[in-house]
């Protein structure tokens, strides 16, 4: 029977290192994918990710219990993507992974996506990744936080520090921007 | 009701996410479904940015399958016990030895030591522990007495020295024994395959890369003639509507030309 995270948790505390693992295991992906779209930078989302479950586990035993792990994984990877940000003195850098496997994807996907869907998709998502980079860094956060996570409202309210309605604000200005980037330009040959 | 303005209350942004992303209060669901079917604004709008929605769909993170610490398998970020027995067979420290490993080596120091600053180390029962420099001087030389020679018989070798040789001995057993298993040519041949797997990883990635290239190349040259086709294409049409242009005035001046000469006779 697979544990809850708050079970995994509390057998972290009382130094059970598998248990951190299992949680590790079940949060990498959330998390890398997490910090890659914030920050948009394959190797320092991986640094990020790394960095994020050695600060967890060793500020464990004052994690507060009442509170999601989640939760308080998805604050910390935040925090470290924000210090990113003020380090490098930049807005996200779109870099598309240098081993990006769209065969593979296409595979995934099944036969009948041709090439040309591919590159169709290909370009689509390199259209997605700027424009995402160009918002301000709430509005994003706010965006992949809902649209990649799933959190409610009032996790990404809880997790920026904000009220409630502010998140929806950021939200719906964020998603009007990139109506606009994503409008088909006048000229463009079909 | 009015198609181009929105008549909803000033929260209407926040209202229009919340049922976007179905995230909204009961109350405010049934007000703003009860105010959709007569708004072409708000209408417009969600289906704008559900589309958005979708296009958002198609940015996938790279996946970590290979895990977070690269090419290094997915175990790569993993807490480990610091007091769980290692299985590993070698030692990386001098601290991860056996105990007796190094009080072996740390008396082969000290006796190193000790020959190296000349001193004399003794323990004898009645005289205790005694300690004495210049051992390795030569002895002064002996003059022969005169009354008959009682030559006195070589002193037998110290007990410790011949500890010490076994200890020795047991250390450099120990560090070969080792070297050997670090040597081992299992290690070898999984490094080779790792190697390997490596080369042949790397050669199906320059693979993909390749054909997605070509790809690109294709799909960009066949947009590119698209678009001189549509340029042919207009081109061909504005030649052919001055050529017409100009058959028409052609022909009203023949017209007319036609007219004078029959006005004149």
């Known amino acids: ?190 | 009701m009015n198609d181009t303005r929105c008549t909803f209350d000033g929260r209407r942004d926040e209202v229009l996410v919340a049922y976007l992303y179905d995230d909204i209060e009961p109350r405010e669901r049934e007000a703003f479904e009860a105010h959709l079917p007569d708004c072409l604004v708000c209408r417009t709008e969600l289906d704008a940015l559900s589309d958005v929605r979708g296009g958002l769909a198609a940015w996938a993170a790279p996946d970590v399958l290979d895990g977070i610490g690269g090419t290094a398998p997915r175990s790569a970020l993993r807490i480990v016990n610091p007091e769980s027995p290692r299985v590993s067979t070698g030692f990386r420290t001098f601290a991860e030895a056996p105990v007796w490993l190094q009080a072996a080596a740390a008396m082969l120091v000290v006796a190193a030591s000790l020959g190296l600053a000349n001193l004399n180390l003794t323990y004898s029962p009645s005289a205790g522990l005694s300690v004495s420099t210049g051992w390795m001087r030569p002895a002064p030389a002996v003059t022969p007495a005169p009354a008959p020679v009682v030559t006195a018989a070589a002193p037998a070798p110290d007990p410790w020295q011949a500890d010490l040789t076994v200890l020795e001995q047991k250390v450099m057993e120990g560090v070969k024994a080792q070297f050997a298993a670090t040597q081992a040519p299992d290690g070898d041949a999984a490094l080779l395959a790792r190697v390997r797997n490596i080369v042949q990883e790397s050669e199906r990635r320059q693979q993909r890369e390749l054909a997605l290239r070509v790809a690109e190349v294709a799909r960009e040259s066949q947009v590119q003639r698209q678009a001189d086709l549509v340029k042919i294409d207009r081109n061909l049409g504005l030649i052919q509507r001055s050529t017409g242009v100009e058959v028409m005035r052609t022909q009203q001046q023949l017209n007319t030309l036609a007219q004078r000469v029959s006005q004149q006779r």
């Not at chain 1, 464990?60 to 470290?80: C, V």
């Open chain 1, 1 to 190: 029977m697979t544990s809850t995270d708050e079970e995994l948790v509390a057998r972290s505390m009382g130094g059970d290192h598998d248990s951190f693992n299992q949680l590790i295991l079940r949060w990498e992906r959330p998390i890398y994918a997490l910090a890659y779209r914030t920050i948009g930078r394959e190797e320092d989302a991986r640094d990020v990710c790394q960095e994020t479950f050695l600060r967890a586990y060793r500020a464990l035993p004052k994690f507060r219990r009442e509170a999601k792990f989640s939760s308080w994984i998805y604050r910390i990877a935040l925090n470290l993507c924000r210090d990113w940000a003020r380090r490098e003195r930049r807005t996200p850098v779109v870099q598309p992974p240098e081993d990006m496997d769209l065969i593979e994807m296409a595979a995934a996907v099944g036969p009948s996506e041709s090439i040309e869907d591919l590159v169709a998709r290909k370009d689509l998502t390199a259209r997605v990744e700027l424009a995402m980079a160009r918002l301000p860094d709430e509005q994003r956060t706010a965006i992949v936080l809902k649209e990649y996570h799933g959190l409610t409202f009032q996790e990404i309210a809880d997790l920026q520090g904000c009220p409630l309605s502010t998140v929806k604000t950021r939200l719906y200005q964020g998603l009007s921007v990139l109506r606009r980037e994503f409008a088909p330009s006048p000229g463009r040959v079909a």
